[in-house]
T-cell receptor
Framework: NAGVTQTPKFQVLKTGQSMTLQCAQD?????MYWYRQDPGMGLRLIYY???????DKGEVPNGYNVSRLNKREFSLRLESAAPSQTSVYFC???????????????FGDGTRLSIL | QKEVEQDPGPLSVPEGAIVSLNCTYS??????FMWYRQYSRKGPELLMY????GNKEDGRFTAQVDKSSKYISLFIRDSQPSDSATYLC????????????FGAGTRLTVKP
């Protein structure tokens, strides 16, 4: 019962390098999300996808792009990494866009990204 | 000023104690209020979900929302070492996923 799987778990990049974070869910959920978590800041929504074929900006989209490859997969790309993008990145999925008590968001275990 | 304020702690209590975790917020449009639990090196998991003002109880956990004061609380009764985690409050404007905001989290340790 994998749930939400994120790869890689850890990555170190140099400034200016590009990278794609992968996320896959096996719960047949329609909606998927990318968050970043920084000390003292809480989780902040980067992008979300309400359903296959659609993506929308969240609170902090600058410097990122996303692709909803199919219903299962939602990737996050850093085109030119900057030290300010050092963070823990979480992918989540839910049955519907507006999560509720019986249809909550399910989170992966995160990708820890350091940019030097 | 952040939209959601949460004391980061850390908070350390003995096993069996009652724990009180709190968040304040500034956006009066928030109507959905959530508490997530996050164990070390793991993703958050939804613990409690409430809509508008009032109390909601689930086992040892009680979530309380006071919209007039823009203040929400999570109470944990008979705390256990397995409750040791970071607790995040979150809140959302209805029908707008873009307007979900999380607190920074309070780290709780329950000592045996």
């Amino acid at each position: 019962n994998a749930g939400v799987t994120q790869t890689p778990k850890f990555q170190v990049l140099k400034t200016g390098q590009s990278m794609t974070l992968q996320c896959a869910q096996d719960m047949n959920h329609n909606s998927m999300y990318w968050y970043r978590q920084d000390p003292g800041m809480g989780l902040r929504l980067i992008y979300y996808s309400a359903s296959e074929g659609t993506t929308d900006k969240g609170e902090v989209p600058n410097g990122y792009n996303v692709s909803r490859l199919n219903k299962r997969e939602f990737s996050l790309r850093l085109e030119s990494a900057a030290p300010s993008q050092t963070s823990v990145y979480f992918c989540a999925s839910s049955e519907v866009l507006i999560d509720s008590a019986d249809q909550p968001q399910h989170f992966g275990d995160g990708t820890r990204l350091s940019i030097l | 000023q952040k939209e959601v304020e949460q004391d980061p702690g850390p908070l350390s209590v003995p096993e069996g104690a009652i724990v009180s975790l709190n968040c304040t917020y500034s956006n009066s449009a928030f109507q959905y209020f959530m508490w997530y639990r996050q164990y070390s090196r793991k993703g958050p998991e939804l613990l409690m979900y409430t809509y508008s003002s009032g109390n909601k109880e689930d086992g040892r956990f009680t979530a309380q929302v006071d919209k007039s004061s823009k203040y929400i609380s999570l109470f944990i009764r008979d705390s256990q070492p397995s409750d040791s985690a970071t607790y995040l409050c979150a809140m959302r404007v209805p029908y707008n996923n873009n307007d979900m905001r999380f607190g920074a989290g309070t780290r709780l340790t329950v000592k045996p």
